[in-house]
C-alpha cells in the first residue's frame, strides 16, 4: 500500500456508545462490496477510511475475529456495530467504518473496490 495521505484527527463511537476511539485517518473513504463487507455491514456496501493504526486509541469492550485469511474485524462486543478492519499485509494500516466517526466532517466518499461484487 502507498503512504497514508495527509491525516487528520477524528473521534468515533459504536451505536450503544459503549465503546469510543480516536485515530488519525485520511479524508477519503473507500465503499467496498465484497461479500463480507456486505454482510458485515448489512448494506450494499461498507465504507471504510484508512488511518494510521498507531494513533487508534480504543476505550471500552471490542470484540475481533478474522474473517477471512487476510484481515481480522473488530466490533462492539455489546451491540455488534462493526468498528474497525487489520489487514495482515498492512500492518501499519486501520481501517475504520466511515459511518462510526462522530461528525463525518470531512471526509468525502471516493474510491470503490469490489463493483463486480455490487448488488443489481
Known sequence: MPALAQLHPVSGRCACGRVS??????????????????R????????WVN???ASLVVEG???TWQSSAHAARVACRHCGSPLFL????????VEVCAGTID???????????WQDKRPG
Open 21 to 38: 476511539y480516536a485515530c488519525a485517518v485520511e479524508s477519503q473513504t473507500c465503499n467496498c462490496s465484497c461479500d463480507l463487507c456486505r
Open 40 to 47: 458485515s455491514s448489512g448494506s450494499a456496501f461498507q465504507s
Open 51 to 53: 488511518g494510521d493504526r
Open 61 to 63: 469492550e471490542t470484540m
Open 86 to 93: 487489520f489487514e495482515n499485509d498492512e500492518p501499519a494500516v
Open 103 to 113: 461528525p463525518p466532517d470531512g471526509i468525502t466518499s471516493a474510491r470503490q473496490s
